[in-house]
C-alpha cells in the first residue's frame, strides 16, 4: 500500500504565500509525476502544477509565474510553493502520484486526502 499525506493548507491574505507539502510512503519502488490539483465548491478537480521523475515541470496558465512546483526524490516528497495568492486560489489542493510498487509492475495512480486553502480577500 502507499499513503500521500498533504500539509501545509491553511488561510492567507491576498498576496501572501504558502508552503505544500506531500509525502508518499509504504511499498514504493518508483515514483513517476507527481502533482498537485485542486477543487474548488461547484468546480471540476484541475491540474495545478506536475513534475516528472527527472524534473520536468508542467502548470496551469492561472498559476504560472507564482507557484513553483519541486520534488524531493530522496524523500519521496513533491511540493507547491503558491505566490501571491489571490481569493481564486482557494480550493482543496489534492496531491497525486503515479507509483511503481515492485521494479516490473505496473505504474498506479494514488491521491492524498486533500488540504483546504483559504484565501481572504
Known amino acids: 500500500q502507499v499513503q500521500l499525506v498533504e500539509s501545509g493548507g491553511g488561510l492567507v491574505q491576498a498576496g501572501g504565500s504558502l508552503r505544500l507539502s506531500c509525502a508518499a510512503s509504504?511499498?514504493?519502488?518508483?515514483?513517476?509525476?507527481m502533482g498537485w490539483y485542486r477543487q474548488a465548491p461547484g468546480k471540476q478537480r484541475e491540474l495545478v502544477a506536475a513534475?516528472?521523475?527527472?524534473?520536468?515541470?508542467n502548470y496551469a496558465d492561472s498559476v504560472k509565474g507564482r507557484f513553483t512546483i519541486s520534488r524531493d526524490n530522496a524523500k519521496n516528497t513533491v511540493y507547491l510553493q503558491m505566490n501571491s495568492l489571490k481569493p481564486e486560489d482557494a480550493a482543496v489542493y489534492y496531491c497525486?502520484?503515479?507509483?511503481?510498487?515492485?521494479?516490473?509492475?505496473?505504474?498506479?495512480?494514488?491521491w492524498g486526502q486533500g488540504t483546504q486553502v483559504t484565501v481572504s480577500s
Open positions: 497525486d502520484a503515479d507509483v511503481r510498487t515492485t521494479r516490473w509492475g505496473p505504474l498506479s495512480p494514488y
Open positions: 509504504g511499498s514504493i519502488f518508483s515514483i513517476n509525476h
Open positions: 513534475v516528472t521523475s527527472d524534473g520536468t515541470t
